[in-house]
């Protein structure tokens, strides 16, 4: 097997926080939703085990995500199955076009704007503040948040979903083609004051860190004996670590973000990996992932297109 991967599957283990939650979101969708969208609890534990999760976080865990309702049970005679709910699914479909895209989204040099034209109070503002952040939107001001590719129907369509319905009326979307706001010097700095990207730049490159030695292990070694749970679990965290980082990304186009940014390397590097490690993975989900019926559903070839054959890492990276 290749060391590097055990090493990555190791340091996971060694964290004393295990944030289960977060973890079970992404087997659901990645891993769940192209098998027919449900599993068995006993299969989730078992799965899940080798990463040091025990059966009694797994259960706590799925417990809270019904209460927070991402899951949902159906029984079947003693067994359940666990199911996203309806509003989970949305969220991960619309973390899924980030995470499985071909490249970064294109610009047609035009800002959407959410102005809060209403009495907003601190609390309320906050609250708004922070649900336009996890749909990247950026703040200019108290009460001016500004993305350059947000479809703005559907943010005000998140808003609703997330509770905030009552806030809308107090709030104009704006599409800006002014066209000093298409320079890209003017741009630049719209972004720079709208977003801090340090942080999250950072927070690529250690992504970078943490993944480049097992993709170069496997360049290096393609003959090794690679072991099909290793490869599940690393895919599993692969793809939970870089959902992570984008649920923080406003996924900006190329064209406004520095020179350099990271996260194309970090989006390239996952892609290729992803893509080496997924043969394995699905062998071994094939003789773990159960229903609560006993059976296993096939993997769904209708997501065979998730990071198909595109740009790849020409070297290693510094």
């Known amino acids: 097997m290749i060391p590097q991967i055990r090493a ?22 990645d ?10 609890l006993g299969s989730l534990i078992r799965l899940l085990e080798p990463l040091g999760l025990n059966e009694r976080l797994v259960r706590t865990s799925v417990f809270r995500l019904s209460k927070e309702e991402w899951l949902r049970t159906e029984a079947l005679g003693r067994r359940s199955d666990y199911l996203l709910t309806a509003s989970g699914r949305r969220r991960f479909d619309d973390a899924s076009r980030h995470i499985y895209a071909p490249h970064a989204p294109l610009w047609d040099r035009r800002w959407r704007l959410i102005l809060g034209v209403g009495q907003l109070g601190q609390k309320d503002r906050e609250t708004l503040r922070r649900a336009l952040f996890w749909q990247g939107f950026g703040v200019l001001g108290g009460d001016c948040f500004v993305h350059p590719g947000a479809d703005l129907a559907l943010a005000f369509d998140a808003l609703e979903a997330d509770g905030l319905g009552g806030l809308l009326g107090g709030l104009m979307p704006l599409l800006a083609a002014d066209p000093r706001l298409g ?28 993944y480049m030695p097992s993709l170069d292990g496997l360049r290096r070694d393609r003959g090794a004996v690679f072991d099909d749970q290793d490869a599940f679990l690393m895919r599993l965290l692969l793809i939970h670590d870089y959902r992570r980082l984008l649920l923080r990304d406003p996924e ?19 892609k290729e990996l992803y893509r080496r490690l997924l043969a394995s993975s699905e062998r071994h989900l094939d003789c773990y992932f159960s229903t609560a019926d006993g059976k296993c559903p096939p993997f769904d070839a209708d997501f065979d297109d998730r990071f198909s054959e595109g740009d790849t890492l020409a070297g290693g990276v510094p």
Do not use: H, K
């Not at 630049?188 to 943490?210: G, H, I, K, T």
């Not at 900006?252 to 996952?270: F, K, M, N, Y």
């Open 8 to 29: 990555r599957i190791e340091d996971f283990r060694q964290q004393r926080r295990l944030r289960a939650n977060s973890l079970i979101v992404s087997v659901f969708g």
């Open 31 to 40: 891993m769940v939703v192209p098998r027919g969208g449900r599993i068995w």
């Open 183 to 210: 320079n890209t010097a003017s741009s630049a700095d719209l972004v720079a004051r709208a977003w801090n990207l340090d942080e999250l730049a950072e927070s690529y490159r250690q992504f970078v860190a943490a």
């Open 252 to 270: 900006l186009p190329d064209v406004l973000l520095p020179a350099g940014w990271p996260g194309q390397t970090a989006r390239v590097l996952c």
